[in-house]
């Protein structure tokens, strides 16, 4: 068996074909059932032509059809390419051109945008899920009922190779989205597949997914990052191969996330950082609701801070909250777990085995020794082939050091005690303030542990004496007028001077994207204005 992501998901139906494996609403289907649906969508695209290596764009939120249409493009061996439904026709028509895709599946109501952003193009297929009457598109398509009118739902497709290629978009938060091109099986493995983390030794290709698709006891999941977005699609794939229940919602609403939680049973959360664990938190705390079957909450693409760690833990003492470090360049790079005792900074992971950290030179530092440096984190082992179509940015990414390929995307971390790291934030978004290096991740960990403040984003602003100053928009909690010079009195006793914000405004809500990121262009235009000419 290729090491697929459809060879794997196929090998899990097989050995469990009635478990539940996804659940989205009252909508509810068995392994057995989810194969046969996307068997089915993957007759549809070999009759519309669509063939092994060609690239399909996905464009809906969390709906059980968007995960049908995922498995359904890797089973031929097509690439899904994930599209972020909030992308204005700049951005989308950016990625249609980029990715050279040839066919498309979208939601209905995303047809306005999608009509502006196709102008004169046309694709091989467009298959569109009706998620509503509203929009009619101008453009050739076939309505998903259709498309699966009919169709075989056997698997008789050919045989995959593990160096198929799978691609995820990554906005960041900043620039145009980019294609991160990986192999199928180094996905596999950077998810945990076949790999021991505690040792980085690669086990029996299929001993992790033949014992946690038999066993007995399997885990309810529930995954609230959208899966057009690679937290959320490697999330629901990682629980996949494992022979999980998978529990899915169309949109972020903390009251119905609570109430399915409770009515499902789950017992895992994964999501991204304080965007979504703030306000989920803050509603189990108003309401009241059954949550004792919770165990495990991860947080990944955005850290959590430690005053959102505190109080997840207040209300469910004997929680495992679990920070997974990472990229969608990299997969796992590490993670940090935290307790009651108020030891967590915040920022503080356990490094993988198969994580390394390089200087400016790109020099490999030594975790055990080099205490207190500062460099760049990377990942060795499966990562990704590069970028697609972009040589320049992938030589830049994907180091040769010592004769070993590393991902090196551009995360700053300070070296720790016992193998440890703290993650100071993106190369790309640091701050240079008259020749001094300020990382916007901890400035926004000490203005979110102040009291008034609900959220916070750090950016740098031109300035005119030190080249860059440090600037910040944050978001009081409900009914606080926050005291701004106050919150600078606060920071004093968290960092260090020349890092706290000279521009600091107060807005109702601080700008983020769909997947909790940061919008810092944005946020620099809210406090652009504040800053004297």
Known sequence: MALTIADLFE???????????????????????????????????????????????????????????????????AVPININYRYVPAELSY???????????????????????????????????EDDTTHVPTYPTTAWAEAMAGQSTDRDFEERSADDIYIVYTGGTTGYPKGVMWRHEDVWRTLGGGIDFATGERLHEHSQSQLAAATAHPLTCMHLGPIM?????????????????????????????????????????????????????????????DARTLAVVTSAAAILSTEVKQRWLRSFPDLTLIDIIGASETGFTGNGTVSPDGTDRGTLVKIGPETAVVDEQHRLLDPDTDIGAVGLMARSGSIPIGYLGDPEKTARTFLEIDGTRYAVPGDWVRIEPGRHLTLLG????????GGEKVYPEE????????????????????????????????????????????????????????????TMLSVDRVPRHVTGKADYRTAQDLAAPQVPA
């Open 11 to 77: 090998h899990v139906v097989d050995v469990c074909p009635d478990r539940t494996a996804l659940i989205i609403g009252d909508e509810r289907l068995t392994y057995a059932e989810l194969e046969a649906r996307s068997n089915a969508f993957a007759h549809h695209l070999l009759e519309q032509d669509i063939r092994t290596g060609d690239h399909v764009g996905l464009m809906a939120r969390n709906v059980t059809d968007h995960v049908v249409a995922m498995l359904a493009i890797f089973k031929i061996r």
């Open 95 to 129: 990625l249609l051109d980029n990715s050279g895709m040839v066919a498309l599946i979208h939601e209905r109501q995303y047809t306005p945008v999608l009509t502006e952003a196709l102008g004169e193009r046309t694709l091989r297929a467009v298959t569109v899920i």
């Open 229 to 289: 977005h690679a937290n959320g699609q490697w999330g629901l794939l990682l629980r996949l191969f494992g022979g999980h229940t998978n529990v899915l919602l169309p949109r972020f609403d903390p009251a119905e996330i609570w109430q399915t939680l409770e009515r499902e049973r789950v017992q895992t959360i994964s999501m991204i950082g304080d965007a979504m664990a703030r306000p989920l938190i803050e509603e189990h705390d108003r309401g009241e609701y």
């Open 426 to 433: 993106r190369g790309s978004g640091c701050i240079n303030t």
């Open 443 to 502: 400035v926004e960990v000490a203005l979110k542990a102040h009291p008034g403040v609900y959220d916070a984003l750090v950016f740098a602003l031109p300035d005119p004496r030190f080249g860059q100053q440090v600037a910040a928009v944050v978001e009081p909690r409900p009914g606080v007028e926050l005291d701004l010079e106050e919150v600078r009195a606060h920071l004093r006793g968290h960092i260090s001077g020349y890092k706290i914000p000279r």
